[in-house]
């Protein structure tokens, strides 16, 4: 199982920009599909967006345009760019990695947006 660590993030003021970062341990990282999911207040878990292994990406359509992830193997680290917040995009944010069929979660990083 990978163990998972985000950081990044906090209160912003609508329209700001946060980077969220999760670092990996283990060394499957590189052969793992990373992803970044979120859950607000009273709300159930949802996807954010997902990279695999080769580094193709998935959006969910509320991040398509604002919100870019990305990963450094070498660092064993993905990132979250989220740019143009909205206060709907309040939630804790997890990272999630999926390797031969077991996922792992890191323990949430709150992301707070004013309006």
């Known amino acids: 199982q990978v163990q998972l660590v985000e950081s990044g993030g906090g209160l912003v003021q609508a329209g700001g920009s946060l980077r969220l970062s999760c670092t990996a341990s283990g060394r499957v990282f590189s052969r793992s599909a990373m992803g970044w999911y979120r859950q607000g207040p009273g709300k159930q878990r949802e996807l954010v967006a997902t990279?695999?292994?080769?580094?193709?990406?998935n959006y969910a359509d509320s991040a398509k345009g604002r919100f870019t992830i990305s990963r450094d193997n070498a660092k064993n680290t993905v990132l979250l760019q989220m740019n143009s917040l909205k206060p709907e995009d309040t939630a804790v944010y997890y990272c999630n990695a999926m390797f031969m069929g077991i996922r792992s979660w890191g323990q949430g990083t709150q992301v707070t947006v004013s309006s």
């Open positions: 990279i695999t292994s080769g580094g193709s990406t």
